[in-house]
């Protein structure tokens, strides 16, 4: 229960067809999930490029890198009961069930792999907000920012070579990043590490976000696009993305960076996203 604020029930929608892509995430009169201007989503074909049209990408194996955004993303999905879909790949085959617990969102994943089998996992979810919304996590949290962010900084900031900065969160390397908005031109990717658990705030409404996983490294990825991306089209696009792993490019990430399948050949994990409107 958050004080001060009456829960807001939430519904999902998804099209299995197309990536297994959440569509909707709404309630109380609000739709959470940004629409991308990008057209062309349903004529993707596997390892094509990835088509920005907003709503929530699963992203496996990887989120940056090859392929761009995963291998799930461009590829149908099977229905395996009510609100259960499942994707197989050459390497591993992930089931995922939403259900509905008293209008909390809860998202129950199952990856089935070889033991040892490393991967990055996001739930890559570009939110509808206003300038005016903040992202809030614990003071402090080491964060990660990705080579984008270089150009924002005094020259001679960045390290040589290196795939990230980190620093504390909310302003690693004097970038404050827990404001949204308003549209600046600037582009940049950030990972909250050992972070599970984060809140956005948006005028009287707040959507909480909750990765459970035993034994796997969770983070709160963060891609804070204010209007500096694509440079040919730029417009805005906020993602909070729940993750596996500390990394976006599963080529970068070192041995602590990644989710690993155990001995059992098995990884579950939980999402939980819940509404509260603040009075």
Same mark, same amino acid.
């Given at each position: 229960?958050?004080?001060?604020?009456?829960?807001?029930?939430?519904?999902?929608?998804?099209?299995?067809?197309?990536?297994?892509?959440?569509?909707?995430?709404?309630?109380?009169?609000?739709?959470?999930?940004?629409?991308?201007?990008?057209?062309?989503?349903?004529?993707?074909?596997?390892?094509?490029?990835?088509?920005?049209?907003?709503?929530?990408?699963?992203?496996?194996?990887?989120?940056?890198?090859?392929?761009?955004?995963?291998?799930?993303?461009?590829?149908?999905?099977?229905?395996?009961?009510?609100?259960?879909?499942?994707?197989?790949?050459?390497?591993?085959?992930?089931?995922?069930?939403?259900?509905?617990?008293?209008?909390?969102?809860?998202?129950?994943?199952?990856?089935?792999?070889?033991?040892?089998?490393?991967?990055?996992?996001?739930?890559?979810?570009?939110?509808?907000?206003?300038?005016?919304?903040?992202?809030?996590?614990?003071?402090?949290?080491?964060?990660?920012?990705?080579?984008?962010?270089?150009?924002?900084?005094?020259?001679?900031?960045?390290?040589?070579?290196?795939?990230?900065?980190?620093?504390?969160?909310?302003?690693?390397?004097? =970038?404050? *990043?827990?404001?949204? &908005?308003?549209?600046?031109? #600037? /582009? !940049?990717?950030?990972? +909250?590490?050992?972070? %599970?658990?984060?809140?956005?705030?948006?005028?009287?409404?707040?959507?909480? =976000?909750? *990765?459970?996983?035993? &034994?796997?490294?969770?983070? #709160? /990825? !963060?891609?804070?696009? +204010?209007?500096?991306? %694509?440079?040919?089209?730029?417009?805005?696009?906020?993602?909070?993305?729940?993750?596996?792993?500390?990394?976006?490019?599963?080529?970068?990430?070192?041995?602590?960076?990644?989710?690993?399948?155990?001995?059992?050949?098995?990884?579950?994990?939980?999402?939980?996203?819940?509404?509260?409107?603040?009075?």
């Amino acid at each position: 229960m958050v004080t001060g604020a009456t829960p807001v029930p939430l519904q999902v929608a998804y099209d299995a067809a197309h990536g297994g892509r959440w569509t909707s995430l709404h309630g109380g009169g609000r739709e959470w999930l940004w629409r991308g201007p990008e057209p062309g989503r349903h004529e993707v074909r596997p390892d094509d490029a990835f088509v920005d049209a907003g709503g929530l990408e699963e992203c496996l194996p990887t989120v940056r890198g090859e392929p761009d955004h995963g291998e799930m993303w461009s590829r149908p999905w099977r229905s395996a009961g009510p609100g259960t879909l499942v994707i197989q790949r050459p390497t591993f085959v992930l089931t995922r069930r939403i259900s509905d617990d008293g209008g909390v969102v809860v998202a129950d994943y199952r990856l089935a792999a070889d033991p040892g089998h490393r991967f990055v996992w996001a739930a890559h979810a570009l939110l509808d907000l206003s300038p005016a919304a903040h992202l809030d996590a614990p003071a402090g949290t080491p964060t990660r920012l990705h080579p984008e962010a270089a150009a924002l900084l005094p020259p001679g900031t960045w390290p040589t070579d290196a795939p990230w900065l980190t620093g504390e969160w909310p302003a690693p390397a004097g =970038l404050t *990043l827990d404001t949204l &908005g308003p549209d600046d031109g #600037t /582009a !940049l990717g950030a990972v +909250l590490l050992d972070c %599970p658990r984060v809140q956005v705030t948006d005028g009287v409404d707040r959507l909480t =976000l909750e *990765l459970e996983c035993a &034994g796997q490294p969770r983070s #709160t /990825a !963060l891609w804070r696009n +204010l209007g500096g991306w %694509p440079a040919d089209r730029p417009y805005r696009s906020v993602g909070v993305e729940p993750m596996l792993g500390a990394a976006f490019d599963l080529t970068d990430a070192g041995p602590a960076d990644v989710a690993v399948v155990p001995p059992a050949g098995e990884v579950s994990w939980r999402l939980t996203i819940s509404a509260h409107r603040i009075h």
